[in-house]
């Protein structure tokens, strides 16, 4: 499935609601990461690591991991191949697992 063709199609408006509490605990890397996932559909550590080179790989990992700790993000894939989405949009994918595909485009339910 091709995350970032389904935001081109118009599934970016699906709500994505980050709770306060969670909002007012994110620091400035994970802010502006949300919104390259909200641009490109997805991300990866390597991605992150570009974004932000000064910073260690711990560092950026743990900032994905409280990201999909606190349902901001979702993984997808194992390990070296992990790729992160919104998990608004995530929630839409699994929906439509299993649904006719053509392509890459996942036909709207």
Request: proline fraction near 3%.
């Amino acid at each position: 499935m091709n995350i970032k063709k389904l935001i081109e199609e118009g599934e970016s408006e699906t709500k994505f609601y980050i709770p306060e509490d969670v909002e007012k605990k994110l620091n400035e890397r994970q802010r502006e990461l949300i919104e390259v996932v909200k641009k490109k559909g997805e991300v990866a550590l390597s991605d992150y690591k570009k974004l932000f080179p000064n910073f260690a790989e711990r560092t950026l990992r743990n900032d994905l991991e409280d990201l999909v700790k606190h349902g901001v993000l979702t993984p997808m894939g194992e390990r070296k191949g992990r790729r992160y989405i919104l998990t608004a949009i995530s929630a839409k994918y699994r929906q439509n697992i299993g649904k006719e595909q053509k392509g890459n485009e996942i036909n709207k339910v």
